[in-house]
Every structure is written in structure tokens, then in C-alpha cells.
T-cell receptor, first 112, second 115 residues
Framework: AQSVTQPDIHITVSEGASLELRCNYSYGATPYLFWYVQSPGQGLQLLLKYFSGDTLVQGIKGFEAEFKRSQSSFNLRKPSVHWSDAAEYFCAVGGNNNDMRFGAGTRLTVKP | DVKVTQSSRYLVKRTGEKVFLECVQDMDHENMFWYRQDPGLGLRLIYFSYDVKMKEKGDIPEGYSVSREKKERFSLILESASTNQTSMYLC??????????????FGDGTRLSIL
């Protein structure tokens, strides 16, 4: 079965600074990878997904993620963070089954 | 756009009550899911359904049951609510059984408090 680890529970960045959120997965075959964002009191919104092809994936709200098979990683990046990006971010991994595993989440705080 | 609607945003119930959480999706998705979200634990799958009247246990099914009588509706039932079931509950749906690379689409969640 697949699993995913988000090593950072909480990250604080200044507005305008770059952001990288880490995600490491475990799965024996090619995984399906997703990043979701959750604003306070809301459900999860899909930012981007990877399942094949170009390993650099563009998403909504200016986010991108890079799939690195050798490192079993799928880190989320944004070149310049806005105050409205403050939220919780979840990485998820799926495989050739109905099972999708979510990380514990990384809470992002944006300083003015 | 996919719309997943959970019937209540906030719910307060008493210990021992039977609690129903309702979820409806409008995109004719085969798969539907119920998760529980707790701080530091991420999302944990309670049950999922891949078709009408079909269900599969997830990681934490104890104390819960589900019902899927119609394709668009997936209900989570707490048979006898306990305080340790106080949590945020999230419903999700996904297109097409077998197309595992499709993302799940989430409702806004129900924050359930058991007193």
C-alpha cells in the first residue's frame, strides 16, 4: 500500500518570498500524486496532479510541483507567496486501486 | 465544476445518539468517500463506495456505517455517537471506477461535536 510523508508540520514565510513544501511518498509502481489546499473551515481544493508525462506540473494559483522518482518526492513550489496562500496543504498519493493516502498536512503562515 | 454538498457545516449531538451525515454530488461519479480529519493526523478513510449499494471499509470503520441507495448520495451513520467521534468529516467523490488517476473532489466538511 502507498503512504505519504509531509515532514514539515508548520512553515512560516514572508509575503513575496518563495515557498517549497515537501512531500515524500512510498509506492512500488508509478504513483498518482496530488496536492490539495484547505482554507480554514473549508474542504480540500485540488491544486495540481501528476500521473504521467512531464515531471514538472503546473497548477492553479501559481503553484507548481516536480515529481522526482529517484527521491520519491513531489514538492510543491511557488515563486512568490501572497497573504491569501495561508492555508493547510495536503499531499496525496494514489495507485492502481481505490486507495488514496494523504499526508498529515503542512500549515502555511504568511508574514506581512 | 463538480459540486459535492454536505448537508450540515456544523452539528452538535449528544453521546449515544444516532447521527446521520449526508453527502450529495452532482457529477454522476461512481466513487464516493468519507474521511475523518483530525489535527496532526491528516485525512483517514472511514468508508468508500464504488457503486450503488456497494461499500468497502477504510482504515477506521469502527463505530460507523454507510448507506448508498442512490448514485448521487452517500450517507455516513454514527450508530451510537461517542465523544471520540468529535471531528471534521469530509465527503469526496471521484469519476469512473478504474480511472484511479482522477482526483477526488471534496465537500466543505461537517464539523461534528459530540457532547
Amino acid at each position: 500500500a502507498q503512504s505519504v510523508t509531509q515532514p514539515d508540520i508548520h512553515i512560516t514565510v514572508s509575503e513575496g518570498a518563495s515557498l517549497e513544501l515537501r512531500c515524500n511518498y512510498s509506492y512500488g509502481a508509478t504513483p498518482y500524486l496530488f496536492w490539495y489546499v484547505q482554507s480554514p473551515g473549508q474542504g480540500l481544493q485540488l491544486l495540481l496532479k501528476y500521473f504521467s508525462g512531464d515531471t514538472l506540473v503546473q497548477g492553479i494559483k501559481g503553484f507548481e510541483a516536480e515529481f522526482k522518482r529517484s527521491q520519491s518526492s513531489f514538492n510543491l513550489r511557488k515563486p512568490s507567496v501572497h497573504w491569501s496562500d495561508a492555508a493547510e496543504y495536503f499531499c496525496a498519493v494514489g495507485g492502481n486501486n481505490n486507495d488514496m493516502r494523504f499526508g498529515a498536512g503542512t500549515r502555511l503562515t504568511v508574514k506581512p | 465544476d463538480v459540486k459535492v454538498t454536505q448537508s450540515s457545516r456544523y452539528l452538535v449531538k449528544r453521546t449515544g445518539e444516532k447521527v446521520f451525515l449526508e453527502c450529495v454530488q452532482d457529477m454522476d461519479h461512481e466513487n464516493m468517500f468519507w474521511y475523518r480529519q483530525d489535527p496532526g493526523l491528516g485525512l483517514r478513510l472511514i468508508y468508500f463506495s464504488y457503486d450503488v449499494k456497494m461499500k468497502e471499509k477504510g482504515d477506521i470503520p469502527e463505530g460507523y456505517s454507510v448507506s448508498r441507495e442512490k448514485k448521487e448520495r452517500f450517507s455516513l451513520i454514527l450508530e451510537s455517537a461517542s465523544t471520540n467521534q468529535t471531528s471534521m468529516y469530509l465527503c469526496a467523490s471521484r469519476q469512473d471506477r478504474g480511472r484511479f488517476n482522477q482526483p477526488q473532489h471534496f465537500g466543505d466538511g461537517t464539523r461534528l461535536s459530540i457532547l
